[in-house]
């Protein structure tokens, strides 16, 4: 009798288990803020994307009006691929600091980006605060595949609900420097 009790037990503590991770898995796949947060991170770490950086660095695409460099194909790439993410300001910001980094990289070096995983955690303290890591895999063709992680803190806007109002990568541990060799 206490070995069908002590299995009994056992299959019950599994399936609890089991429900509870079901649970997390299906309160993340359920937020649709850690849905941006990943749609952000594969537009970053899959590629590089050459229609995005044609746009970028095609000359043709540069025009001066009233004095400022304007270039609305990367614009009109930028907008579709990143717009419905972010807070208008914040998109400026992250593209003039972020968005074009890393893959701007891969392509001056010549490597591919594969977003290979991601963990997003919403935190217990601050209100629309979130934290990601992010496992990158790079490599140069006919070279050994490499890993990174990189992490992060993005911040939801108060004001545009459901939209990015600050993203920052904080550890890319040595992505960067790894992809300038």
């Given amino acids: 009798m206490k070995e069908g009790e002590r299995k009994l037990k056992f299959a019950l503590a599994v399936l609890l288990a089991l429900l ?19 749609q952000v991170l594969e537009q970053q ?25 304007v270039n ?4 009109q790439q930028v907008e579709e691929k990143y717009g419905e993410y972010f807070t208008d300001q914040e998109l400026d910001q992250f593209m003039r600091v972020f968005g074009t980094y890393f893959p701007g990289l891969a392509d001056i070096y010549g ?11 919403l935190s217990e303290t601050t209100a629309n605060r979130y934290t990601f890591t992010a496992e ?13 992680e990189v ?8 004001v ?14 040595g992505l960067s420097e790894r992809l300038k060799q």
């Fill in 45 to 69: 770490f899959n590629g590089p994307d050459e229609e995005f950086l044609k746009a970028m660095w095609n000359p043709a695409n540069k025009q001066i009006v009233d004095g400022v460099e």
């Fill in 160 to 173: 545009q609900k459901g939209k990015i109002g600050k993203f920052t990568y904080t550890d890319d541990d």
């Fill in 151 to 158: 992490q992060g803190i993005v911040l939801f806007s108060n």
């Fill in 111 to 121: 490597y591919e980006l594969r977003l290979d995983e991601v963990d997003i955690e």
């Fill in 136 to 148: 990158v895999v790079f490599q140069k063709a006919g070279e050994k595949e490499q890993h990174a």
């Fill in 20 to 38: 509870i991770l079901s649970g997390c898995l299906a309160a993340k796949a359920d937020d649709p803020k850690m849905a941006a947060i990943e």
């Fill in 72 to 75: 609305a194909a990367f614009e």
